[in-house]
């Protein structure tokens, strides 16, 4: 810029000019516009100010920034009229201060200067200067821009107040066919929503069609492992400093940082929606994952084409080896070679043709089954459904549980067609005939089903005669061995079990490897132990007095000048042998296994704590029980298994 040195007045027409002495020439200069005088010169011009204008005590910089354009104002004071001055918490601090359009993104300067034209206008001495009615104290809605001012104006709570931003859409794209189609359009401006809560500055965009597979990987990965900086201590129902003493303060503190944790984990499960709805639409996932598979079917079918040429190479060197003649150079021989090989692909194509036919049956087998599945599941709900529409055809609570439990037999052991023909009789509309169906049902069921116990038991009957006097099944006698394997197989396996007598055979095949026994004879040899074998009855009678003694030994008490009490027999042979040779009652095994449940694997000295508990047993006896229990359970669930695969 080049600026005048002297610059001559204008002459007006009553004055005259006389020439006193000769002037140099005139000279420019040049000046470079720069420097921070500069600066504030440019903004007194751009702003119309003097140098005496109070904004000269801040810098020109931060001027700048406090600057509110047109378009970001909003002047719109009608919303102040309609706050609560006492449900201040739950108002829009930016819309108060006028800078709903920035939000967020407003600046320091710019909430000071907002918080500063709001109090010019709306001070409550500014409008009783006005003659305009005014609240006492904080009935007034000069509150409210007090605390938006509190809340805006202090960093850490401006981001306590933005993590619970009122205007932010919480909403997910849901995983739909538009999608898909729109995928871009739909995901991502939620994800440019979203990266205002990430804790790292530079956030990955999604990009588009052209993006490479890596940038797509690592912005995936970014939203995956997403780092947020959002909290929820805005929401706090309770402020810890209203507590009256310390307890009562700590009472608050863990209360709300509960809730802040319940929504935090709410908030990281609403990203990952996100991210996992994001990733099944994402066109270029279903492109790489397709390629994928394109690249291992094409290596499958390179392996398959080396494995078929070194089939072809062996059997031709096979062929030259067995047939040297074919091989001479002769026509003949290479035209038998060639009819070999033209039967040897007839003979491929036939095989792989049965193969084809084969998996079509399986596919359809497969299909007609999955039909059934689904056809009986639907009938089965239809059922539920109807009654209890009908409300199980009961009026008393009784004769509904019994309906209801008729109503699981029918739909556990009907097929399909007579699910379909109840169903149908149930939907006719009337509810007497609807009713008689249903127990016509029930009756036919029971009744074939006691069929079946009848001659169930008349097989059992027709087998129990070809028994000898002495109770025993023909057949071998039964070793002591498998006597006592048969009691402690019935005892595990009760009555219910799928495929009981089987599964305890099986048990007793395990156990004793000599042993064959059938079914059939292991039912009849426990018959024959339930009716006469005489020394269970005494086990039952000798563990029953052993029980009385130590109850009686266990309630003695010795009077003396301190009572003290007697030891059990079982705590005397723990003190004498440290250990208690007695069987295992059931309230011992009770105890045992709520102390197993009580202290874990990882509890220090484990089965120390677990004898204590346990006053007749000591820790050697605790930790046998629990081994001779697992052993038990895996000898269980073999047997189960054997039985299984023999039917």
Known sequence: MRFPVIMLPEIRDDEQTIVTGKVSALSSLTVQPVGRWYEAYALRRIHKQSLSHKSLSSSSSDDDDGELSQDEEDDDDSILLTLDPKDWKSQDHYAVLGLGKLRYLATTNQIKKAYKRKVLQHHPDKRRARGVPVKEGEEDYFTCITRAWETLGIPAKRKSYDSIDPQFDD?????SSESKEKFYEV????????????AKKRVPGLGDENTSFEDVNNFYSFWYNFDSWREYSYLDEEEKEKGENRDERRWIEKQNKAARQKRKKEEIARLRQLVDNSYACDPRIARHLEQEKQKKLAVKQAKRDAARARAEEEERVNIRGKYPIFFSGHRTGHVCNLVKREAEEVERKKREEEEEVAKMQADKVRKEKEAQRKALKKERKTLRTKLKEFDYFATVDADRVSNMQDMDKLSELLSVVSLQTLNEALTSGDTEKAKEAFHAQVRELNEELDREKQKQLELTQRGGAGRGEGGASKGAAWSPEEVETLIKAVNLFPA??????????????????????TAKEVLFKAKDLQRNDGSLKEDANKKAFDKFAKEKKAAAVETSDISERYDSVAEQQIMETGSNPAPWTAEEQKHLEQALKTFPASTPERWDRIATTIPTRSRKDCMRRYKELVELIRAKKAAQDAALKKK
């Open 496 to 517: 219910g079990t799928m495929a009981r007598w089987e599964t305890v055979a099986s048990f007793i095949t395990q156990h004793v490897p000599s042993s064959k026994r």
């Open 171 to 175: 909403s997910v794209p849901a995983i």
């Open 187 to 198: 995901f991502r401006p939620v994800f440019e929503h979203n990266a205002r809560w990430s």
